[in-house]
């Protein structure tokens, strides 16, 4: 079955930087896009970023453009998203999403982002 893991969250201080992973199994990875998406309390689940099943093209939130890069490792079944200059306003659960007849989601990992 369909399993996304994620991991690399943590506290950060404000512009700092993190990377965080996406582990896939139980599809096979290299055909599909990936995505990015994170939430907080009491707010609905937001878009972060995309990238397709070629890695060639990448879209972002306009909250995380030039800050963030999504980037994918076929041969790990892996897809990171590189987080930079954060903002306090960045903390969330992060959550790695794909599309395979519905929407999968991992379980999330949390980026607190403050001093």
């Known amino acids: 079955q369909v399993q996304l893991v994620e991991s690399g969250g943590a506290l950060v201080q404000p512009g700092g930087s993190l990377r965080l992973s996406c582990a896939a199994s139980?599809?096979?990875?290299?055909?599909?896009?990936m995505y990015w998406y994170r939430q907080t309390a009491g707010k609905e689940r937001e878009f972060v970023a995309s990238?397709?099943?070629?890695?060639?093209?990448?879209y972002y939130a306009d909250s995380v453009k030039g800050r963030f890069t999504i980037f994918r490792v076929d041969g790990e079944n892996t897809v990171y998203l590189q987080m930079g200059e954060l903002k306090p306003e960045d903390t969330a659960v992060y959550y790695c999403s794909v599309w395979i007849a519905k929407q999968y989601w991992g379980q999330g990992t949390q980026v607190t982002v403050s001093s």
């Open positions: 139980g599809f096979t990875f290299s055909s599909y896009f």
């Open positions: 990238i397709s099943s070629s890695g060639d093209s990448t």
